[in-house]
């Protein structure tokens, strides 16, 4: 499904600034899978998501999606295969904009944008739907702007929104981060729920240690600009945050991994 | 976009409707000259609008390319072409003024503030080159404009009013029938336009471009879309203002863009942004409103060369304007609300 071989992203190459996020990061998904990726501040997890999104170019390296080489493809090109959540609830919506505008946005992610009505009565009814499973009281808003949501309902309703129209692949990046800690298990439990019903290739991010192990069929850490932990399967399923420190300080020869708020 | 308002709009609509009609009787002459204007430059303010505040960009090179219609419509209509023609020529070179500054913007990445000086700069040589001088007078050939017919249609009214005629009750009255004509066909056409598919992917990238990119739409190209239909309205805009006046001068873009942000602001405060439907009409609305008073403050007896410093300190007044309603609104709500007890005072 996704494929990213040796990718090596420098910001400001050349200047004093110059600072490499990603030190060649190789990653295979299969398909379905469902990835958890955790890591300090600044290991570059965001960067790596940016980088497969399309965001920004990288410096060297590939990344294909389904055996389709995307590494020049520019953002709005990829879009057709990957759906995002951001950290930012303001990222993912346009605040001016309707809730059945915005999700009509979404459902045609990828798709030629035509002359025809933005909104359709039909698919209407479809978002009505989706929106009551929220649980959000949200399917009685549909012509509400989105600016007057609150952050956990504009990331409930992203995180609808990525996967309105199936994506190949699904990006979050600490999509609950900035909520408080009741709505944040909500909509984890919500991508849980979505990930599981579409069978999501799906990646991650989240600062918090025991929602990385709680959650995913696999589990990376990074460090550094580097991938240093990649568990799956069995081991994967019996992890626990120990386990997880003690391998953390000896790949990385650093006792910081409790400061930084790898334990959540 | 959206900004709550204490006053029904209706109401408001409705007292300024009524202050317009009792200027009117009292000056027909001046209040339908301002009005007309008022109905001309509203078709440029709706381009500002959807620069301004649908992609959320000052584009400046509306100032160029209002001269630039009407530079073009005053070429051709001189030259023999028939103004309807010279008029949708004028909508062409507008789309292609917007075109130059999106590619600038987009393409070359230059901020957009600047793409529009660069765009209205070139303009302004490329407008000398049109007119072949710098001022155009159309009155002396005895042309025809779009406004001939409807003024040949509407002479038998003067012929059987002669006394209302004397008065100035029905001077501007073909001008204003195609102001209106216009504005409600370009106001139904912006309208359908921002509901479909590629219209709302435009709006979106004016509000969030990470968002709409995110869905796969190409925000460059996007910009670019708005910037020509802006123009293109401005371009239109500036034919109909030369024809209406009777002239096309070099200068006559100069302080466009105050003037369109001018009146884009009054009509929003004065007459909401309920919905998209209610803020084109308010926008609209807001150029009359800005033309009336204009009208008015020099017909008692501001000097006309005062009148620059007089629109940039309004603009300056209506730009702080939503600032300073939510601040009345807040210390408002404060006074109202009863303190509790030991809470400090505010
Ligand atoms: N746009 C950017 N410009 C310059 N440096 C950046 C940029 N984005 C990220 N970085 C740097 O790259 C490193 C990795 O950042 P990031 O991927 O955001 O980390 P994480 O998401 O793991 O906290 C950090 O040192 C950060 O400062
Ligand atoms: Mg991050």
């Known amino acids: ?264 | 976009m959206k900004r709550k308002s204490t006053i029904p709009s209706i109401t408001v609509k409705f007292v300024a409707l009524a202050a317009l009609v009792i200027l009117w009787t009292q000056m027909p002459t001046i209040i339908s000259g301002a009005v007309s204007l008022g109905l001309l430059w509203g078709i440029m303010v709706l381009g500002v609008f959807i620069t301004y505040r649908v992609l959320d960009i000052a584009d400046l090179t509306v100032e160029g390319t209002i001269t630039f219609g009407a530079s073009i419509a005053a070429q051709m209509i001189t030259s023999g072409q028939s103004p309807a023609l010279a008029t949708a020529a004028a909508f062409g070179g507008g789309l292609l003024a917007g075109l130059v500054t999106g590619i600038l913007h987009t393409k070359l990445r230059i901020p957009a503030l600047l793409s529009g000086i660069l765009t209205l700069t070139g303009l302004y040589s490329i407008n000398l080159r049109v007119m072949g001088r710098p001022n155009m007078p159309l009155l002396p050939f005895k042309v025809s404009s779009v406004f001939t017919p409807l003024n040949d249609a509407l002479e038998p009214l003067s012929r059987t009013f002669p006394e209302l005629a004397k008065k100035g009750y029905l001077s501007g009255l073909s001008s204003v029938i195609v102001g209106v004509g216009c504005l409600i066909v370009i106001g139904i056409l912006l309208y359908w336009f921002f509901g479909t598919e590629i219209g709302s992917a435009v709006r979106a990238t004016g509000n969030n471009p990470n968002m709409i990119r995110a869905q796969g739409v190409n925000t460059s190209v996007m910009i670019i879309l708005g910037l020509m239909i802006s123009n293109g309205l401005v371009g239109f805009a500036g034919a109909l203002i030369a024809q209406y006046q009777t002239f096309s001068d070099i200068n006559m873009g100069q302080g466009s863009i105050v003037i369109g942000l001018a009146s884009l602001i009054i009509g929003e405060v004065l007459f909401g942004t309920r919905s998209f439907r209610n803020t084109l009409i308010s926008v609209i609305l807001g150029a009359v409103t800005y033309r009336v008073i204009i009208a008015l403050v020099i017909k008692f007896g501001l000097n006309a060369n005062d009148l620059k410093l007089f629109v940039a300190a309004t603009v300056t007044f209506a730009l702080t304007l939503p600032q300073m309603q939510t601040y009345a609104r807040t210390v408002i709500k404060s006074l109202k609300r009863p303190r509790k007890a030991g809470e400090p005072n505010a």
């Open chain 1, 1 to 264: 499904m996704l494929d990213a071989k040796d990718v090596v992203k420098i910001f400001n190459h050349g200047t004093i600034n110059e600072k490499t996020a990603l030190r060649g990061v190789s990653l295979h998904l299969k398909e379905g899978e469902f990835v958890s990726v955790i890591g300090g501040n600044g290991a570059g997890k965001s960067t790596l998501l940016s980088a497969i999104a399309g965001v920004y170019g990288v410096d060297s390296g590939n990344i294909s999606i389904d055996d389709r080489d995307v590494t020049r493809l520019p953002e709005h090109r990829r879009a057709k295969y990957i759906g995002r959540v951001f950290q930012d609830p303001m990222m993912g919506t346009a605040a001016n904009m309707e809730i059945e505008e915005n999700l009509a946005l979404a459902a045609r992610r990828g798709q030629l944008r035509g002359l025809k009505w933005g909104v359709t009565a039909s698919e209407r009814a479809e978002y009505r739907d989706k929106l009551r499973r929220l649980d959000l009281g949200l399917e009685n808003r549909l012509t509400s702007k989105v600016g007057l949501l609150s952050g956990g309902q504009r990331q409930a309703l992203t995180l609808l929104m990525a996967t309105l129209r199936k994506p190949k692949l699904l990006l979050l990046d600490e999509h609950t981060a900035a909520l408080d800690p009741k709505t944040a298990a909500k909509v984890l439990e919500l991508s849980e729920e979505l990930i599981h019903e579409n069978n999501l290739t799906t990646m991650m991010v989240t600062h918090n240690m025991r929602d990385a192990i709680a959650h995913g069929d696999r589990l990376i850490m990074m460090y550094d600009g580097k991938i240093i932990i990649d568990v799956e399967g069995e081991t994967k399923r019996n992890l626990t945050a120990k386990q997880l420190l003690d391998k953390f300080e000896e790949l990385s020869g650093s006792s910081e991994a409790d400061g930084n708020l790898l334990l959540g």
